[in-house]
């Protein structure tokens, strides 16, 4: 599974990128836009084709997803630990970790948690610089939710990070910062699948 997370601040053209990214084999995308207000939330998701909808995790603005067929939810850290999930435990929601031991220790209600950082940050400068993530995933012991990889990954060690048994990926500084981000993304899931 690769899954893209926008960039936090809107970018030209990001819409289209975003509809040409599902149509060459995007599995989701993480509306992640925390500076946005509803109205701006909403022209947003009504310029991606209406056929990917259902391929759309939202982040904030949950209120939008009935009338977009959107049924996926992604809560931070900090809203897990406040219990903000509680009320969409019928929905397919996932979560964000930064070590193995907090992974461990999620329920089946998560379809899957980011961790990260698994190589120092592409999109933040500095973070993720001694991670050991990628090694502590070997100590996964939680079959129930699915782990995806998060922080530095780009085409050139994504099949480095499938190998050490992730479930998937998720991209965002490889994708946004490229001056070709389709071209990467397509080199990222030609390395996947080879």
């Given at each position: 599974?690769?899954?893209?997370?926008?960039?936090?601040?809107?970018?030209?053209?990001?819409?289209?990128?975003?509809?040409?990214?599902?149509?060459?084999?995007?599995?989701?995308?993480?509306?992640?836009?925390?500076?946005?207000n509803?109205?701006?939330?909403?022209?947003?998701?009504?310029?991606?084709?209406?056929?990917?909808h259902?391929?759309?995790?939202?982040?904030?603005?949950?209120?939008?997803?009935?009338?977009?067929?959107?049924?996926?939810?992604?809560?931070?850290?900090?809203?897990?630990?406040?219990?903000?999930?509680?009320?969409?435990?019928?929905?397919?929601?996932?979560?964000?970790?930064?070590?193995?031991e907090?992974?461990?220790?999620?329920?089946?209600?998560?379809?899957?948690?980011?961790?990260?950082?698994?190589?120092?940050?592409?999109?933040?400068?500095?973070?993720?610089?001694?991670?050991?993530?990628?090694?502590?995933?070997?100590?996964r012991?939680?079959?129930?939710?699915?782990?995806?990889?998060?922080?530095?990954?780009?085409?050139?060690?994504?099949?480095?990070?499938?190998?050490?048994?992730?479930?998937?990926?998720?991209?965002?500084?490889?994708?946004?910062?490229?001056?070709?981000?389709?071209?990467?993304?397509?080199?990222?899931?030609?390395?996947v699948?080879?």
């Amino acid at each position: 599974m690769i899954i893209v997370i926008t960039p936090e601040e809107m970018m030209n053209n990001e819409t289209e990128l975003i509809n040409e990214l599902f149509q060459e084999g995007l599995d989701l995308l993480h509306i992640r836009k925390p500076f946005i207000n509803s109205e701006e939330m909403t022209d947003f998701i009504q310029n991606i084709n209406s056929e990917f909808h259902q391929q759309l995790v939202l982040h904030s603005h949950y209120d939008l997803a009935k009338n977009f067929n959107i049924s996926r939810f992604h809560f931070r850290e900090i809203d897990r630990q406040h219990d903000l999930f509680k009320s969409f435990t019928d929905k397919m929601i996932s979560t964000s970790v930064h070590d193995i031991e907090t992974f461990n220790r999620l329920n089946e209600d998560w379809e899957y948690s980011f961790i990260s950082p698994v190589f120092p940050s592409i999109s933040k400068k500095g973070y993720g610089e001694n991670s050991t993530i990628l090694n502590d995933i070997k100590k996964r012991d939680n079959s129930n939710v699915k782990v995806i990889a998060l922080g530095g990954i780009n085409e050139k060690n994504i099949s480095e990070v499938f190998e050490s048994g992730v479930d998937g990926v998720a991209l965002l500084g490889a994708i946004w910062e490229s001056d070709e981000p389709l071209n990467i993304f397509k080199k990222c899931r030609q390395n996947v699948l080879s």
